[in-house]
């Protein structure tokens, strides 16, 4: 029976992994060991029940898991191998419930006992296990050690696994590996130091019951974040169905606030924006034409210009959608965006007439997303404009219309990213207001 390439790389793989790991357990006898059963059992219930799911933190890019926090605190109290017992025995617990493969859960047992392992016998070498308590500065050339050596050995074999599957190994593996390099190590930064004070707790008079408690709290955290988790991820799909529900409503604007929510999404990563503030702004750019549903048709699908009175009439929009939203709580920050983009840098906006710095950044970073998709979609009482003709009414608006920064970075690199090159410094051919002709956008 011919097996395949993924299969046979994945055997290779395995059979490495299980050589590695006893010509590391053989040494591992003679380091300091405590095989007492209570503390077995016990470290093993724990690291079981922190290894039992990951908790997404959107604001780190990262999953946090509190496995590594009993799994080093076990190297501190257990020694190297206890430890990597303890960590292959909560693997495989895992890896029954969660109904592996045979080769999966064979492989999955090992790595974590390789990581475990590696990591006790560099410590044991360094003479960290186990390590001086009275001597805190002693402990963060090990707390570097077993963050680097857990990372390295534990995500090097994860990757490589996963790298099976791409049809180039070695590039597959260095993609994921540079991924995780760049979001996961922290978590790993992060669960460290809660293992060493949980190997401090230990220390105490309440010894392993100090530790279950502490993890316990530590469980009543994880469960909170990953509410609050699993409630953004609810808002966010909520914001999104109502803004298709929205832009269905004109087809010539189908998909308007989330094309605006990405190309105002793009413009916070430019900027460097906190996380939360880009989801924030990007929330706010799907919900920014909420107000739009007060609209009769009659104004909003207008084949020509509006009239003075339908025009008062489409620009309380804004102030309708942010009072629309008001009721709900976690929407505070989104509510005011809404009611101020289409506010102008030089004051001559509405619904305030607010100029400037009291304008929201959000605000000012939507009216220039919004204008611009704006512009370049068909509307109808106008084909769409070309690329070029759209960023030269947008470079006109700026600073009178827009933000100079906001419009900047837009058109310097915005677009750029997304392939879209436009003329550099150019003036328009006459200034006016964008969108134009009568409807706001």
Not at 193 to 221: E, R
Not at 310 to 328: K, V
């Amino acid at each position: 029976m011919a097996v395949d390439v993924k299969t046979r790389r994945r055997l290779t793989l395995t059979g490495l992994l299980y050589l590695a790991l006893t010509s590391l357990t053989w040494p591992a006898v003679h380091y300091p060991s405590n095989w007492n059963l209570v503390h077995l059992f016990a470290l093993f219930g724990m690291a079981w029940l922190a290894e039992s799911d990951n908790v997404p933190v959107p604001q780190l890019k990262a999953h946090l898991s509190l496995s590594f926090t009993v799994f080093l605190a076990s190297l501190m109290i257990l020694g190297p191998l206890p430890s990597a017992v303890v960590v292959a025995a909560v693997a495989g617990v895992e890896g029954i419930r969660r109904h592996y493969p045979p080769l999966n859960f064979i492989y999955n047992v090992g790595q974590m006992y390789l990581s475990v392992l590696a990591t006790g016998t560099v410590l044991a070498w360094l003479g960290g296990v186990p390590p001086n308590p009275g001597n805190l500065a002693s402990l963060l050339p090990l707390f570097v050690v077993a963050v680097v050596v857990t990372f390295a050995t534990n995500t090097a074999f994860v990757d490589a696994f996963i790298a099976t599957r791409s049809p180039s190994f070695w590039s597959g593996f260095r993609s994921t590996f540079t991924i995780d390099v760049r979001w996961s190590l922290l978590s790993y930064a992060i669960t460290a130091t809660l293992g060493i004070l949980m190997y401090y707790v230990y220390l105490t008079p309440l010894g392993l019951v100090g530790i279950a408690l502490l993890l316990l709290s530590l469980v009543a955290v994880r469960f909170t974040v990953r509410q609050n988790a699993e409630l953004r991820e609810a808002h966010i799909e909520t914001m999104r169905i109502l803004s298709e529900v929205l832009d269905a409503r004109d087809p010539y604007t189908h998909g308007h606030s989330t094309r605006v929510a990405e190309l105002a999404k793009a413009i916070t990563e430019v900027l460097g924006l906190p996380e939360p503030e880009q989801q924030v702004i990007e929330s706010a750019a799907l919900l920014h034409d909420i107000g739009k549903m007060t609209v009769g048709d009659d104004i909003l699908f207008k084949g020509g210009s509006l009239n003075n009175a339908e025009y008062a009439r489409m620009q309380e929009h804004p102030e309708r959608g942010a009072q629309m939203i008001r009721p709900i709580g976690f929407l505070r920050e989104v509510q005011q965006i809404v009611r101020y983009h289409h506010e102008r840098y030089d004051g001559g906006g509405y619904p305030r007439g607010i100029a400037g710095a009291q304008i929201p950044l959000g605000a000012r970073i939507l009216a220039v997303a919004d204008a611009w998709d704006a512009m370049v979609i068909d509307r109808a009482y106008r084909p769409a404009y070309s690329h070029e003709y759209a960023a030269r009414q947008i470079r006109a608006g700026r600073g009178t219309q827009f933000d100079p920064r906001i419009v900047d970075v837009f058109l310097d690199q915005v677009l750029p990213a997304k392939g879209i090159l436009v003329p550099k410094a150019e003036a328009a051919p006459a200034p006016r207001a964008a969108p134009a002709e009568g409807h706001p956008g």
